[in-house]
């Protein structure tokens, strides 16, 4: 069993879970409020748990993201960093990528399951790669709370809340059924929801680890005041120069590219390798399914900027970057 000194800031939780405020959600899982963020219940079970299940060692990078902002890719990128001397990412070659899902190669920490007692995390080998959703202030305390890096590292991906949105409203209409059968996820379903109301949910906060916003800025803030522990990136900026942000994941996960790797052209099959047309192209993107049965092409879709416009009004997006706007204001950060 995993022991840890410092008292757990959460320890009553799953005693307090029933009695959390609950509200509609969009995707309608049973979303509960804490922390001031709505969680689904796998989230809240983990954050109960976390301070005696998760160990975190020095060398360990934590691949964070709000629901829909990149997640799958970013997994896809950490691994290919992380793991090219043993899996080179060459064209032709045999790569972990072409036959799993980046979500079976990365896990989150919340399906870590509750009567494993954390030893899922203890079998895998450093560096550890993990992925989470959850809100910085809710991370468990030995990650975000030592400043001497014995923590491990963070790496975060923040997206236009307006294309998480309506990548969400995709996913949803593919998932939601599916995560609706399972207690943790969804549990007691609410009808399924128009696009308007799923913004207006959405503009309220009421999404899993919403409000997105909040989200984003307590990692913006960290990134801030802990660049070495922090390193924040956005999907749009990623898009525009995949190999420019590879090269800061590298170096900012300890493996920075050499020389000889560059002129070997290492970061252009990296970046080819977790293109979304490459991995949405694999038979096993096509056709596997991954965690809580989820199938795995529901996470490749277009992957571009701006898709908004294609479900919401002018007056729709004004409203809700005006909603963040007023959220970030003197914070210094934009989306
Ligand atoms: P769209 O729905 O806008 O196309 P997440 O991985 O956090 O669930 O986010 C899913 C979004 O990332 C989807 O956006 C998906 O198409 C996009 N995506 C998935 N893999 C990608 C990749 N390799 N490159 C770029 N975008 C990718």
Known sequence: ?????????????????????????????????????????????????????????????ILVSFPKTGTTWLKALAFSVL???????????????????????VGFLELAGEDDDGLIYEEIPSPRLLATHLPYSLLPHGITGPEDGSGGRIVYVCRDPKDTLVSFWHFHLKTTATLQRMADVGGASSAMPTFEEAFELFCKGQSVAGPQWRHTLEYWEASRRSPDQVLFLRYEDMLLDPSGSLRKMAVFMGCPFSP????????????????????????????????????????????????????????????????????LQGSMLTF
């Not at 320890?11 to 001031?36: D, Q």
């Not at 793991?83 to 190669?105: E, I, K, T, V």
Request: proline residues 10%; aromatic residues 6%; glycine residues 10%.
């Open 260 to 327: 000889e790797e560059e002129a070997d052209g290492v970061v252009r099959d990296i970046v080819e390798l977790c293109s979304l047309g490459t991995l949405k192209g694999l038979e096993v993107n096509r056709s596997g399914s991954t965690m809580l049965g989820l199938k795995n092409e529901d996470f490749f879709r277009n992957g571009t900027v701006g898709d908004w416009s294609s479900c919401m009004t002018p007056d729709m997006a004004a409203r809700l970057d005006g909603i963040v706007a007023e959220v």
């Open 83 to 105: 793991n090219r001397s043993a899996h080179p990412p060459s064209a032709g070659g045999d790569h972990p990528l072409q036959r799993n899902s980046p979500h079976d190669l």
């Open 1 to 61: 069993p995993v022991v840890t000194a410092t008292p757990s800031p959460h320890a009553n939780l799953a005693e307090i879970t029933p009695s959390l405020p609950t509200a509609p959600g969009f995707p309608p899982y049973r979303l509960r409020r804490y922390g001031g963020f709505w969680l689904t219940d796998l989230l809240l079970k983990f954050v109960g748990a976390s301070h005696t299940r998760f160990r975190p060692r020095p060398t360990d990078v």
